[in-house]
């Protein structure tokens, strides 16, 4: 397995980029009614300046849920961006024992990893039977859970926002792991609006 993302839904483009306008408002919009060219243009104009500007703040309205699909290796990176959350994944904790794990992990893993990995996974399912030793059973699970290869992809939903995106966007689009430049290039095919509304054109 590789990494990829699937089954991306945005939620409140349309409304954040109407409520864009309310700091110059004496009356609240009808932000349940389309936005015009002009809403879509100055939601742009504010929400593509340098991230820390605080102008920009509208887009953390535009919600984008999506199922990941990363190595280990890739999500100790990916859990360090505080609105980039969870709604749910894969467990180690509950499944180990069940994957398939050479066909859950990325080409890059080694071989002789994947068969000595194989060979614990095997030690564990063949002891793990009624009337075993649970101490052994423990020792055997805790080899299992500390030796697993970094190369194994899990699978998460997950929920975030155009702002965070664009933060994730800017800090690794020239990352040294290619997992990272197929999600920047997520963001910019899969994601409506996203280089529109999150980066200025060139020159201006």
């Known amino acids: 397995m590789e990494f990829h993302i699937e089954n991306t839904e945005v939620y409140g483009l349309n409304k954040s980029i109407i409520a864009s306008g309310n700091p110059m408002r004496t009356v609240m919009s009808d932000n349940t009614l389309d936005y015009t060219e002009k809403d879509f243009n100055r939601m742009k104009n504010l929400s593509s300046t340098k991230i820390g500007e605080g102008h920009d703040q509208a887009l953390v309205g535009c919600i984008v849920q999506f199922d990941l699909y990363a190595p280990l290796y890739m999500w100790k990176e990916i859990q360090r961006y505080h609105f980039l959350d969870f709604v749910s994944s894969q467990s180690t904790m509950h499944r180990l024992a069940k994957f398939k794990v050479a066909d859950q992990c990325v080409s890059d893993t080694d ?5 000595r990995y194989q060979k614990l996974l095997d030690d564990y399912n063949n002891f793990n039977q009624p009337g ?31 702002r965070q995106l664009k933060t994730i966007y800017s800090q690794r689009k020239n990352h040294k792991l ?11 095919n899969e994601v409506p609006f996203f280089k529109e509304l999150c980066f200025r054109e060139e020159g201006k």
Not at 111 to 115: D, F, M, N, R
Not at 178 to 188: A, Y
């Open 178 to 188: 290619e997992e990272w430049h197929k999600f920047c290039s997520w963001c910019e």
């Open 132 to 162: 075993a030793d649970q101490d052994q059973v423990k020792k055997l699970w805790r080899t299992l859970v500390a030796s697993l290869p970094s190369g194994f992809v899990l699978g998460a939903t997950m929920t975030t926002n155009y």
């Open 111 to 115: 071989s002789e990893i994947l068969a």
